[in-house]
């Protein structure tokens, strides 16, 4: 069935470092991969997403990156801020389900300062 | 705009309880949808809507009810709440951007506890 996969479920980096986090996909018809971030307590909120497209998609200092391939995408963000701690969900839509999103697992990011 | 609103934010039910969860949008987005979430298991689509009128089942639509009278109002119902209910509750909303399906939004959650 429909099915994204997220990894890690965890990820501690040191301020300044970068973090990627990657995440596969199992239909090949689908043709959006939104990026979210969800503070404690928070709603979901877009970051960064990218169409099929597209291969490889920057805003500031978060970038995605597609593979239609191989089927997966990764989300990478440099330069690490305390703040950018969140937990980050991958999405993708599937030719059923009227192209609903169909999220990861999430991953808790931690930024050490 | 208010954007995607719910209510309410909390709700503690006993187990065999009925309520409806209310989700409005003032967007005029086709598509709303409702996923719960869970520790470690993310957002798991429970019905969606692509218009009035339509309503259909997400991965784990037992024990919810849902309809779509109006553009802007996508209500959940629980009809016999169980303590496998116990979540967090988002309601989202799309539209279309020339053919293709646009940013979806996020509301701000109802946390509902079942005892």
């Known amino acids: 069935g429909e099915n994204v996969e997220q990894h890690p479920s965890t990820l501690s980096v040191q301020e300044g470092d970068s973090a990627v986090i990657k995440c596969t996909y199992s239909d090949s018809a689908s043709n959006y991969f939104p990026w979210y971030k969800q503070e404690l307590g928070k709603r979901p909120q877009l970051i960064i997403d990218?169409?099929?497209?597209?291969g490889e998609k920057k805003d500031q200092r978060i970038a995605v990156t597609l593979n239609k391939t191989a089927k997966h995408f990764s989300l990478h963000i440099t330069e690490t801020q305390p703040e950018d701690s969140a937990v980050y969900f991958c999405?993708?839509?599937?030719?059923?389900?009227?192209?609903?999103?169909?999220f990861g697992s999430g991953t808790q990011l931690t930024v050490l300062p | 705009n208010a954007g995607v609103t719910q209510t309410p934010k909390f709700q503690v039910l006993k187990t065999g309880q009925s309520m409806t969860l209310q989700c409005a949008q003032d967007?005029?987005?086709?598509?709303m949808s409702w996923y719960r979430q869970d520790p470690g298991m993310g957002l798991r689509l429970i019905h969606y809507s692509v218009g009035a009128g339509i309503t259909d089942q997400g991965e784990v639509p037992n024990g919810y009810n849902v309809s779509r009278s109006t553009t802007e109002d996508f209500p959940l119902r629980l009809l016999s709440a169980a303590p496998s209910q116990t979540s967090v509750y988002f309601c989202?909303?799309?539209?279309?951007?020339?053919?293709?399906?646009?940013?979806?939004?996020f509301g701000p959650g109802t946390r509902l506890t079942v005892t």
């Open positions: 967007m005029n987005h086709e598509y």
């Open positions: 999405a993708a839509t599937f030719s059923g389900s009227a192209r609903q999103l169909t």
């Open positions: 989202a909303s799309r539209s279309r951007v020339q053919g293709k399906l646009d940013e979806q939004y």
């Open positions: 990218i169409r099929s497209n597209v």
